[in-house]
């Protein structure tokens, strides 16, 4: 799977949360919840998409480590890479 096909597929999951943010403007280097203004449910039920989508399991103490796009997508190929 390619770095834009991860990409596509966790911005999918994001628009499926947040139906009004707009995904190009967010910062990749920054929180997530904060630039969305997501709650916690919320944010479980974005992990939730990003595992149907990917097919890649993601323990909670991983969590974290999905706080922004960077980080998401720097977890992501490492876990769709091994």
């Given at each position: 799977?390619?770095d834009?096909?991860?990409?596509?597929?966790?911005?999918?999951?994001?628009?499926?949360?947040?139906?009004?943010?707009?995904?190009?403007?967010?910062?990749?280097?920054?929180?997530?919840?904060?630039?969305?203004?997501?709650?916690?449910?919320?944010?479980?039920?974005?992990?939730?998409?990003?595992?149907e989508?990917l097919?890649?399991?993601?323990?909670?103490?991983?969590?974290?480590?999905?706080?922004?796009?960077?980080?998401?997508l720097?977890?992501?190929?490492?876990?769709?890479?091994?």
């Open positions: 799977m390619t834009e096909q991860i990409r596509q597929a966790v911005l999918q999951a994001l628009q499926d949360i947040a139906p009004e943010a707009e995904p190009d403007s967010l910062d990749p280097a920054l929180n997530l919840r904060d630039q969305l203004d997501i709650d916690s449910m919320d944010f479980l039920n974005f992990v939730i998409a990003v595992h989508a097919q890649v399991e993601i323990p909670e103490t991983d969590y974290p480590r999905l706080s922004s796009l960077d980080g998401c720097a977890y992501l190929k490492g876990k769709l890479a091994a």
